[in-house]
């Protein structure tokens, strides 16, 4: 069975930093392309950070350019995004999914042909 499990989330301070884990089992994520989504209460999903197969390729919503690094570990099966600066708008429910029919980066292509797609893991930002 190929999953994606979501760890690392949390109750974190604006300002501070937390670390984000999408591991894979059942499949090796060497040929997926990888993204990062969220969905607040009463909006829709977009796609934060998403990150190409090779790892040579990656894309960051403008609001989190900067405070955000998506990386990936093909030995460990995990993709991590690394939250820096945190603020308030961040705060959403966290997937992540794969893709290993694109070779893009971009959120909304790997979106369109996800293949699968995690629980997800809660991000507060709150003092």
């Known amino acids: 069975q190929l999953q994606v499990v979501e760890s690392g989330g949390g109750l974190v301070q604006p300002g501070g930093s937390l670390r984000l884990s999408c591991a894979a089992s059942g499949f090796t994520l060497d040929y997926y392309a990888i993204g990062w989504f969220r969905q607040a209460p009463g909006k829709e999903r977009e796609g934060v950070s998403c990150i190409s197969s090779s790892g040579g390729s990656t894309y960051y919503i403008d609001s989190v350019k900067g405070r955000f690094t998506i990386s990936r570990d093909n030995a460990k099966n995990t993709v991590y995004l690394q939250m820096n600066s945190p603020n308030p708008k961040d705060t959403a429910l966290y997937y992540c999914?794969?893709?290993?029919?694109?070779?893009?980066?971009?959120?909304?292509?790997?979106?369109?042909?996800?293949?699968?797609w995690g629980q997800g893991t809660l991000v507060t930002v709150s003092s």
């Open positions: 999914g794969a893709s290993s029919r694109t070779l893009s980066s971009s959120c909304q292509i790997i979106n369109r042909y996800l293949e699968v």
